[in-house]
């Protein structure tokens, strides 16, 4: 009865592939989110949806492309992996009205080599 | 250009003392402050927040307390307790002029302190 989950838990693979890490929430929230932590250990936020459509968009390359197929799943699909793409990838959720208070699911540790 | 700050990378403290973990912020929109804790191999878990108006939450071990003046607040645990060690996170977020008044999520973090808590 995970709440927020995401898969797969590690991925390593080569520059220049393409790959996805799919989340998903069973807490009912309306609101999803993708977050990079990178390196230096700050959390950053990338996108957030609302109800399936994009809310929050920061200065993130368009290699970066996600997808909400519903308001309870919300993917994160890299095209032309680089160096600079291994981090940490947390998703998230937040209640109606309550967008501060982020549920976080366990992350996701890229590796690019 | 990180707005918030968390300028002790590590804090380590005795169990049964007070913690003090601290956090600097730049924006002067921000309006609301939360902390975050995470465990090894976890997302972080929401603790406790603060919004602007107030300069003290208290949530039984935890109190958050915030000097708007000097752009700082601080998260006090008392008393400390072995289970306590994580990493914790302050964010904050702005007050967006959008109906409603919500940030919608915007959340700008700290880069963590790491809190050890010896028995």
């Known amino acids: 009865d995970t709440a927020v989950s995401q898969t797969p838990k590690y991925l390593v693979t080569q520059m220049g592939n393409d790959k996805s890490i799919k989340c998903e929430q069973n807490?009912?929230?309306?609101?999803m989110y993708w977050y990079k932590q990178d390196s230096k250990k700050f959390l950053k936020i990338m996108f957030s949806?609302?109800?399936?459509?994009?809310?929050i968009n920061e200065t993130v390359p368009n290699r970066f492309s996600p997808k909400s197929p519903d308001k309870a799943h919300l993917n994160l699909h890299i095209n032309s992996l680089e160096l600079g793409d291994s981090a940490v990838y947390f998703c998230?959720?937040?209640?109606?009205?309550?967008?501060?208070?982020?549920?976080f699911g366990p992350g996701t540790r890229l590796l690019v080599l | 250009d990180q707005q918030v700050k968390q300028n002790s990378p590590s804090l380590s403290v005795q169990e049964g003392r007070i913690s003090i973990l601290n956090c600097d912020y730049t924006?002067?929109?921000?309006?609301?402050f939360l902390w975050y804790k995470k465990y090894p191999a976890e997302g972080p878990t929401f603790l406790i927040s603060?919004?602007?108006?107030?300069d003290k939450n208290e949530d039984g071990r935890f109190t958050v307390f915030l000097n708007k003046s000097a752009k700082h607040l601080s998260l006090h645990i008392v008393p400390s307790q072995p289970g306590d060690s994580a990493v914790y996170f302050c964010?904050?977020?702005?007050?967006?002029?959008?109906?409603?008044?919500?940030?919608?999520?915007?959340?700008?973090f700290g880069q963590g302190t790491i809190l050890t808590v010896h028995p």
């Open positions: 964010a904050a977020s702005p007050l967006t002029p959008r109906a409603g008044g919500t940030s919608y999520g915007k959340l700008t």
């Open positions: 949806y609302n109800n399936k459509e994009l809310i």
């Open positions: 924006n002067s929109m921000f309006d609301y």
């Open positions: 603060i919004s602007s108006i107030k």
């Open positions: 998230a959720s937040s209640p109606p009205g309550r967008e501060e208070t982020q549920y």
């Open positions: 807490l009912g929230h309306d609101t």
